[in-house]
């Protein structure tokens, strides 16, 4: 039950636009005392259900800048071959510190934004 | 499209792509304000290309996890039921709350999780 009010919680949040997943992160870390890579893992599989329909519903809607999605996704793809083998590899604790640094980067940048953004 | 543009378009989605699979998060959220100011899209267009982006790497990244046995079903599929209704939920709520005093109210919380992942 812990493990669907820490997603409630971390849907809600992230539903209103502030943080997207990062938050779900330390919670899984912190509430259900998983490693950081598991926490990482669930974090990455649960996104795919609703962010397939958010897809969907924009892609109907045309809202998708279809002439920028080729470069983006070529690139993006190799980046996160690179960062998903380093982030699997990689010694947990060392993981946890890299992750720290960018929650903290993201924190900061909440805070100081102005505008409502919604964010996967 | 100008080629200047294009170039900034493959090194957005290789960085962006990396932080996703590194950090298991967070790709979405430097994508959309990269989008932006970087290639002038319309914030509402910026987030529907950053989600169409950020899905297919997501689904990689997950793939990456799961062959290394970085995967727990069992929890991943609870919180994702969460995090389906809390995202939902988030969205409603949108326009109903002082969403600006939220993000800075998380953003506090993020640096201090960050903190507390590094110092324990």
Redesign the interface.
């Known amino acids: 039950m812990i ?24 919670a ?3 509430f ?1 005392k ?1 490693t950081q ?16 329909l ?2 969907y519903i ?2 109907k ?1 045309g ?3 279809k ?3 080729i ?18 590899k990689l010694d947990p604790s060392l ?10 980067i ?15 | ?1 100008k080629p200047r543009g ?1 170039i900034s ?21 430097i ?3 990269s ?1 932006v100011f970087l ?1 002038k ?1 319309r ?3 910026a ?16 793939f ?3 062959k ?1 046995g ?3 079903m069992n ?2 599929i ?17 326009n109903k ?1 002082p ?2 005093i ?3 109210l ?6 201090i ?6 110092i324990k």
């Not at chain 1, 949040?13 to 330390?26: A, E, K, S």
């Not at chain 2, 389906?84 to 988030?90: F, S």
């Open positions: 493990e669907i009010l820490t997603g409630l919680a971390a849907g809600i949040i992230g539903g209103m636009g502030i943080g997207g997943g990062t938050i779900l992160i330390p899984l870390v912190f259900i998983v890579q598991i926490a990482q893992s669930i974090n990455l599989i649960s996104f795919i259900p609703a962010a397939s958010a897809v924009h892609y809607n809202n998708i800048e002439d920028m999605l470069p983006l996704i070529i690139s993006g793809v190799i980046g996160a071959i690179v960062g998903s083998i380093s982030a699997v993981l946890k510190k890299i992750f720290s640094g960018f929650l903290f993201m924190g900061t940048y909440e805070i100081f934004s102005k505008k409502p953004v919604k964010k996967p | 499209m294009k378009l493959w090194i957005m989605g290789f960085i962006a792509g990396i932080i996703n699979g590194l950090c298991g998060s967070g790709g979405g959220t994508l959309v304000p989008l290639s899209v914030d509402h267009h987030h529907a290309t950053a989600i169409a982006v950020i899905l297919p790497l997501t689904v990689i990244s997950s990456i996890y799961a290394s970085i995967i727990d929890i991943t609870k919180v994702t039921i969460g995090t389906v209704i809390g995202a939902y939920i988030g969205s409603k709520m949108l709350l969403i600006n939220l993000r800075k998380f953003g506090i919380f993020m640096i999780a960050a903190i507390r992942m590094v």
